[in-house]
């Protein structure tokens, strides 16, 4: 059995309303009860922005320092695989230091990739309805966690990205200028794309099984990732050329990955037109349940998972076959509800109360 | 206000400088404060006298104590090869590395139009003229494997090409995203051998 990855001890300070938090959780399940507006979703957030750099909510680090107070900060120890990490993170509006094991990581696969968990929170409906940068961003998520040099590569190409349009924005114009970043665009572009590609098409098979386990029963979900950028560099840097011309008119770089998009299809249809609420969840949960699966696959480390606010997204019915399936994976769980009630299908679970921004086990 | 609080008006000019953040600009005026007035003074003497005692080479623009630094008044070194570095500190690298024997030029800036410096504001006429005045054969640009590095390298290339020298770029050996001031003289001189066509 692949071993599991899990939060031995988490401590945050400043992030959001949380103020001074110090969680021991349970190897297993953990479930976190609080009213509304208490801390919940905000502790799951610091779990995945020590993770990841990044808020699963979009927030920025202004919107996550806590109010008033001047820096944000976590102490993450996760143990599993081989040995225990330590991660630290401090944080400000303007500045941000991430640490393991007391060191800037190295390369960026080190650190995302011992910091493996999947989220499942209630904006997840956009995954199927929002914006492509949301899909781009799942399959970025299990990307930089385990093809080294990938996290390296979406920075060089975000920046090498800005300051082509920034040129391309300019009230002149110089050609040679433009060009000079078509070959990084192209290198790391057309690299992007193929591993996403790749990755989509493991993702398929995973999501599908998830979807069948908590029934979506007769519709088939589909997915294939949308990409105008040839896969080949040169081929990529071709094309690049080929549309400066609408480049030039638009002032912006229309080809590349971060015009691309995820289509997800219910029985055929676009999922965003026909799927209905309820549906709709159901293909956000399978495709995060096949995150999960596929990071397992490949890193040999089962992540953990956290799911925020569970109840209110699924009925009854699909809540208890989601924890059937989970509770057989052995992976770490952290389970946010308002609702005691939810007990019941944790009856093992280590409780903890939230409550205006504090934490305790109960 | 520096009257009140001396230290915090330290602190605030020495967290300007690169790499030193407000928590070590304040460990660093406290540790001046301990190690006494004179090491205090001395610092301030060396620090204010640099821009009197240091400028540009006029030839080559790295920084120097006189009209022409010592490299480009070296009559053994040979002018058909001109290495393109963006700083002074790279250039320092490149000489310790020892393998190199042309001439230097060193840009002070690199391309990167999200800080303001665009084509027009950089500086590629000096580089020009002087590449066409002295006869020089090949250039190697040396810019850093970062994003702006590259960019940089690409648009040099683009616009030496017209004068018909031969364009290499230090290739392997130097990581990137790495600092060439951080590479060892080794595998820096490994990168100039390594050099490739552009
Ligand atoms: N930067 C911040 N500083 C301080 N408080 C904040 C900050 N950002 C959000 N909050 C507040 O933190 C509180 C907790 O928010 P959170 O989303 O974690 O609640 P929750 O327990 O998940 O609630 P719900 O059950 O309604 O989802 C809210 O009152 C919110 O307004
Ligand atoms: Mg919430
Ligand atoms: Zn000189």
Not at chain 1, 2 to 15: E, S, W
Not at chain 2, 157 to 180: M, T, W
Request: aromatic share 6%.
């Amino acid at each position: 059995m692949t071993p599991a990855l899990r939060v031995a001890r988490l401590v945050v300070r400043g992030f959001r309303n949380l103020d001074a938090v110090s969680v021991e959780p349970d190897p297993r399940a953990n479930l976190f009860v609080g009213a509304n507006g208490q801390g919940k979703t905000s502790l799951l957030e610091a779990v995945d922005f020590v993770a990841t750099l990044r808020s699963f909510r979009g927030a920025t680090r202004s919107q996550l320092v806590g109010h008033g107070v001047a820096q944000a900060a976590a102490r993450m120890v996760v143990e599993g695989g081989d040995l225990a990490h330590e991660f630290r993170l401090t944080f400000d509006r303007k500045t941000r230091d991430a640490t393991m094991d007391g060191k800037r990581p190295e390369r960026a696969v080190h650190y995302y990739g011992a910091a493996a968990c999947v989220v499942f929170h209630p904006q997840d409906l956009d995954l199927v309805r929002g914006s492509p940068d949301l899909r781009r961003r799942l399959l970025d998520r299990v990307l930089v966690r385990v093809v080294d040099g990938y996290g390296e590569a979406l920075r060089s190409y975000a920046r090498a990205l800005k300051a082509r349009n920034a040129l391309l924005r300019g009230a002149t114009v110089d050609p040679r200028a433009v060009a000079a970043y078509d070959p990084m665009l192209a290198r790391f572009g057309s690299a992007i794309v193929r591993a996403r590609i790749g990755l989509t098409d493991e993702l398929l098979p995973a999501a599908r099984a998830a979807a069948d386990d908590i029934a979506l029963s007769g519709s088939e979900v589909s997915i294939a990732y949308r990409t105008k950028s040839p896969t080949d560099a040169g081929e990529y840097r071709e094309a690049l050329a080929r549309a400066y011309d609408t480049d030039r008119a638009r002032t912006l770089t229309t080809i590349g990955p971060h015009a691309d998009d995820v289509v997800i299809k219910w029985s055929g249809r676009l999922a965003r037109d026909v799927a209905s609420q309820g549906q709709t969840r159901a293909i956000a949960l399978a495709l995060r349940l096949a995150e999960l699966e596929v990071l397992e696959r490949r890193s040999g480390r089962l992540p953990w998972l956290l799911l925020d606010d569970v109840s209110s997204e699924l009925d009854r019915e699909r809540t208890a076959r989601l924890f059937a399936r989970i509770a057989a994976m052995e992976a770490q769980l952290w389970v946010t509800t308002t609702d005691p009630a939810v007990s019941a299908l944790l009856p093992d679970a280590k409780r903890f109360v939230v409550h205006a921004g504090t934490v305790n086990a109960q | 206000m520096s009257d009140d609080d001396p230290i915090g008006a330290a602190v605030k000019l020495l967290a300007r400088l690169p790499g030193v953040g407000e928590k070590s600009a304040r460990r660093m005026a406290y540790s001046l404060l301990a190690s006494g007035p004179q090491f205090a003074k001395a610092l301030g003497d060396a620090v204010a006298s640099l821009p009197e005692r240091v400028r540009k080479c006029s030839v080559c623009g790295t920084y120097t104590g006189r009209e022409t630094c010592n490299i480009c008044s070296d009559p053994q070194r040979t002018d058909d090869i001109l290495c393109v570095v963006a700083r002074p500190w790279e250039l320092d690298a490149l000489e310790r590395a020892g393998s190199f024997r042309g001439r230097y030029h060193v840009l002070h800036t690199l391309l990167d139009p999200l800080s303001g410096l665009g084509p027009e504001q950089f500086p590629l006429d000096p580089l020009l003229a002087r590449v066409e005045s002295a006869h020089t054969s090949e250039v190697i640009v040396a810019t850093p494997p970062t994003v702006e590095g590259e960019a940089t390298a690409l648009f040099l290339a683009e616009a030496l090409r017209p004068l018909g020298v031969k364009l290499s770029r230090i290739a392997s050996g130097v990581p990137h995203g790495g600092d060439l001031e951080f590479v060892d003289p080794i595998t820096l001189g490994r990168a100039l051998e390594g050099r490739r066509g552009l």
